[in-house]
């Protein structure tokens, strides 16, 4: 076939991190456990074909807790976290939670609150409107300001004398949250910040994997959905480095266009996705005569999260 690439270079790591994996199980053991329907407030991770599934299952996607949930339903919070507010108003509806929240989001939630209770405005480097920010802006409310760019840095009003803390979003580009982080410092030397990066390990991984794979490749492919904060991550530092990126939900989405001239190309997958449209993407180019598939390994990955007790008690059960 035409646009045919000679080599398949995939990523490693790549894919579900523990938080996605720890999050999705929760809501499959909710749903073995309880019986259908589980709701579910927002998406459980930002994965379309991993939300079509649960739903196939019997999870009910909601945006908010409202009404068209019965009182005493069982409800997941997703892997981004929620505010302490949205704790409160499942409490008051009666609902059975189960709080999915990846604890390196929980991890941030407490540092913001500590700070807060200290004392400190905390700026928060992150993404406006992503769900995890407003649950982590939810736990300080009034102590909590948010930073996007060196720009919005550059916009703060504050003196020498204030007491000011630093926590950032788990998913941000690594390159490009050291340079706003960098500029926070020069302009405020005295803020403070966690002993340990907030951004997490699967992040900086996979950028770590994919800027190694980007030197190799004519052309890299993320697979991840649009809404994916830590997919979309993946492609800009591709692009950042000049190779030719694209996210796509699936091999469906390929466009015969990106593979003219291309010899080379690399997959990789965001930290929501799963393992099976790699290998999907991985039959659609040997389908086109593709041979040659190699790994590429930047780093080893061991790290696992306990189940909520919820269901980690249904587990033992089994």
Not at 26 to 38: D, F, S, Y
Not at 228 to 247: C, F, I, M, P, Q
Not at 293 to 316: G, H, Q, Y
């Amino acid at each position: 076939m035409p646009n045919t690439p000679k080599t398949l270079l995939l990523a490693a790591p790549r894919g579900y991190c523990a938080g996605v994996d720890r999050a999705v199980v929760t809501v499959e053991r909710a749903l073995a456990e309880h019986g259908a329907p589980v709701y579910v407030r927002k998406e459980i991770v930002h994965n379309k074909h991993v939300v079509e599934q649960l739903r196939a299952s019997g999870a009910i996607f909601v945006d908010e807790l409202s009404d068209e949930i019965p009182a005493g339903a069982v409800t997941v919070f997703s892997a981004h976290g929620v505010s302490p507010a949205v704790h409160e108003d499942a409490k008051a509806r009666g609902l059975e939670t189960i709080d999915a929240t990846c604890p390196l989001v929980t991890k941030v939630h407490i540092e913001a609150k500590r700070f807060a209770e200290d004392g400190y405005t905390v700026i928060l480097v992150g993404h406006a409107g992503h769900e995890e920010v407003e649950g982590t802006m939810g736990e300080a409310p009034n102590s909590v300001v948010l930073v996007e760019t060196e720009e919005d840095v550059d916009k703060l009003e504050f003196t020498e004398g204030d007491k000011l803390a630093l926590v950032t979003q788990t998913t941000l580009s690594v390159d490009e949250t050291s340079v706003i982080i960098a500029r926070l410092k020069g302009r405020f030397p005295q803020i403070v910040s966690p002993k340990l990066d907030d951004i997490c390990y699967a992040t900086t991984n996979r950028q770590l994997a994919v800027k190694n794979l980007a030197n190799k490749c004519d052309l890299v492919l993320v697979i991840g959905s649009a809404n994916s904060s830590n997919s979309n991550r993946l492609v800009d530092v591709t692009r950042e480095l000049g190779t030719d990126a694209y996210l796509i939900d699936n091999e469906g989405e390929v466009q015969e266009e990106w593979l003219v001239g291309k010899e080379t190309v690399g997959i990789t997958s965001g930290a929501s996705a799963p393992e099976e449209l790699v290998q999907r993407l991985v039959e659609f180019f040997r389908a086109r005569g593709t041979e040659e598939v190699r790994e590429v390994t930047v780093i080893e990955e061991n790290v696992r999260f306990m189940l909520p007790k919820a269901v980690r008690d249904t587990v033992i059960a089994d």
